[in-house]
């Protein structure tokens, strides 16, 4: 294997490779030495930045740099070494990447056979895996479309090209996991499309769906969150209202030289853009809503009694907003914008996480019910976790390094303290 890798990173990097070639190669890779798989590394990102048709080479190399630059830094703060990690309250899954660091890139970006970068010089004890008798598989592209009438169209079984119109617009699903609105033009009379048709999409657990809306933003849903929209947008404004997670990529619309604001309303904020990225958690289980903001400007304002307050802040990018319910009053925080959208680049990202907000994390991905068990350390968990493997090599990681342990039965999980 050690002459012959050179042609399995050129087809990984074109995603032409097989699963057992990815296996044998995962097997060589874990025997060799940490300089020999720095070389491996360099050598892949040669392959990817060289590469004709990189299959989404530039979110790969980029979780590729942020990735290593985060091994490399906990490297040098120690924060690797086991042994101190009992006399600390963080425990940082970067520990089981101790000898196979660099692999984790090829793994995290690759089919979800993260269970191989687990094995180590003993036996995994995979105690979750054991418990689970059918394990719990990642979430996917799931979600239902209401129309203005109340008929429901579970976009799932829908097929390619047009399912539906409303106001004259043309709705398709041109992928598994994207839908589009037609462009919202005047029609051949020169009449403007009709105003006022809501449509609304929800995800359940284990769901997300992607959103084009007529205007041209862009929008994803992350599970158990849906968005509520006019399939034509009024001429002053355009309005929605979401609840759950969303992230947005907010179209530049003006009419008459004048910029048509985008509105987002979620629980008791709201939040008014031009064009912009921003992120909102708005589940009803957390105990904020986060507002956060990517490029461009927004502002927020919270919302008493149905109209909106005097508390009103200004976003500029990396910053986020922290509203609690039934609170006028807005923080704002500095923030690590790839933590708020991992979800939407198909990972997830822990960074001082407790044990309760990984596991309302992971509850809504993989459709948990996740219950506790006595008191619970107070550990906290840091780094990186592929969207696409199953739960259980989840659950090993966190019960092997965090304190942790877990009861599985159909879908609920019990967490508790290991005794």
Known sequence: MEENYYPFLEKYAENRHTEEEHQAFMRWFNSISPVEARNVMDRYQHILKNSAE?????IYSDLIGKIEDRIDRMEQEQVL???DEHETDVVSLWWYFRRFAVAAVLVLIGIGSYYILMQKSKPAKNIAAQALESDAAPGGNKAMLTLA???VINLNEAGDGQIASQSGININKVTDGQLV????LEDRDGIPNKTGIYNQITTPKAGQYQIR?????NVWLNSLSSIRFPAVFSADERKVEITGEVYFEVAKVSLNKKRVPFMVVSNNQIIEVIGTHFNVNSYRDESVVKTTLLEGSVKVSTIAEGKISL???????????IVKPKQAAI????VDTESAVAWQKGYFKFKDTSIQEVMRQLSRWYDLDVVYSGPLPQDQFTGYVSKKVAISSILDILEEGGGVKFKVKDKQVEVSAVE
């Open 54 to 58: 990189p299959a989404n080479s530039d």
């Open 213 to 217: 809306l007529s205007d041209g933003t």
């Open 181 to 184: 609105y037609g462009k919202q």
């Open 81 to 83: 070494d086991y042994e």
């Open 331 to 334: 923080a704002v925080e500095k």
């Open 311 to 321: 508390e009103t802040v200004k976003l500029k990018p990396g910053e986020q907003s």
């Open 149 to 151: 009438d109340g008929s």
